[in-house]
């Protein structure tokens, strides 16, 4: 413990971190002191601008670990179990940026590795998330949850060039409103000059990995690596996006159903009941991201977990990159926008950590301060009604 916790912080920390062993999650102690460059790769760019860097000796840019997930995936990579089913719990100081708070604060949270049950897996973070919440005595929650993996196979099935496809499934990471970013791809005109008309057209509709192969070629031919504090790769997609604007903006009936898709809202089983719906009368071929849906709120029945008491919605996000499918946030009914507890699945991270073959992955981080604070004010209403 470090002095960010109070002692109350520290009774309920250590009987959570304690139910958590014995549900088979292990106690996990990465190291402060973390390589910066998987945080400014994978993260989001929250978590990207408020880092604390550093350069040790043989010039590796470190960084003080802003989070728990990365540094605890890293390690599992590095132990013999990596690939295996394993799960890992946590407690300890991160260090990010803050205006008007502190750098320094308690993250706590679990983390899932190699579990194929994906529904289950993740049924089952959320009410370990909401079993760490009500032990402080915190029972008044809303749960708020979405799926990054329902956009993605929405986009896929609209067949867009992959540009387009790269940039809204980017921009729903985001915390920007990507509403306002579709309203602007759909009014980009097709009449745009500029001086690369040349390469913009050789480019239109390629891939991204053509793209990076022509502006390679182009840039070795002028003897050039980088133009402007800009790398190979971001220029060429920078090139591929100028090119898709050039051949027209996004097409009218992909952003109809976009913004169909993403005013979906409400308690999970009717969410599923308009999704099918809009799937079958747009004949978009989502069927198997909704069915995984419906297995994981299935799941949370099981759990007893009462689902209609679930805000789900499609257009939900938290800004991190490296999420996959589910995610879910816990807030305190008339609370803050500083979420309790939250979390989700990222499938791709370890492979981008590098391990040889995909490993599913799902967890959840508590925000010790935030949650302490609840029950405090809690305790506080409390004793005023009394």
């Known amino acids: 413990m470090t002095g960010s916790a109070t002692p109350g912080t520290a009774a309920w920390a250590d009987t959570l971190l304690q139910s958590l062993a014995q549900a088979g999650y292990v106690r996990a102690e990465p190291a402060i002191l973390q390589p910066a460059e998987p945080f400014l790769d994978l993260s ?4 990207r601008k408020s880092l604390y860097l550093t350069t040790d000796a043989s010039g590796e840019e470190l960084c003080l670990r ?18 295996q089913s394993a799960g890992f719990s946590y407690l300890g100081p991160v260090f990010r940026y803050r205006d008007g708070r502190r750098s320094e604060f308690l993250q706590a949270g679990v983390e899932s590795f190699g ?21 402080v005595g915190i029972r008044d929650v809303e749960i708020r949850t979405g799926d990054v993996a329902l956009f993605i196979a929405l986009i896929d099935a609209l067949d867009l060039y992959p540009v387009w496809r790269r940039r809204l499934i980017k921009d729903f990471n ?23 008309e040349g390469v913009l057209a050789a480019l239109a509709g390629s891939d991204r990995k053509a793209a990076l192969a022509l502006v390679t070629d182009m840039m070795s031919i002028a003897g050039a690596t980088a133009v402007g504090g800009r790398t190979v790769a971001e220029i060429a997609d920078r090139f591929l996006e100028q090119s ?20 979906i809202s409400g308690a999970p089983d009717e969410a599923i009941a308009t999704l099918r719906s809009l799937a079958g009368e747009a004949k978009l071929d989502v069927g198997v991201a909704i ?9 949370m029945a099981k759990r007893g977990i009462d689902v209609k008491t679930i805000r789900f919605a499609t257009a939900f996000g938290r800004g991190l990159d490296y999420y996959t499918g589910f995610e879910f ?3 305190r009914k008339g609370g803050g926008p500083e979420p309790l507890v939250a ?12 391990a040889p073959t995909p490993i599913p992955a799902v967890g959840f981080s508590i925000w010790v301060e935030t949650l302490t604070q609840a029950n405090a004010s809690r305790a506080a209403s409390r004793g005023r009604v009394s």
């Open 44 to 47: 989001g760019e929250d978590i």
């Open 174 to 196: 985001r915390k920007i409103t990507l509403e306002q970013d579709l309203e602007r791809l759909a009014l980009a005109s097709s009449t745009v000059r500029n001086e690369y």
């Open 343 to 354: 979390g989700g699945r990222y499938d791709g991270l370890l492979s981008q950590l590098g």
């Open 115 to 135: 579990r194929h049950d994906r529904a289950e897996a993740d049924a089952e973070m959320l009410a370990l998330a909401l079993e760490a919440v009500t032990a």
């Open 244 to 263: 898709t604007l050039k051949g027209g903006a996004l097409p009218r009936d992909a952003l109809n159903l976009i913004k169909r898709f993403l005013a």
């Open 291 to 299: 069915d995984q849906l419906e297995a994981r709120v299935g799941f």
């Open 329 to 331: 946030e816990l807030h």
């Open 66 to 83: 802003p989070d728990l997930t990365i540094p605890v995936a890293r390690d599992y990579l590095s132990s013999p179990q990596s690939g």
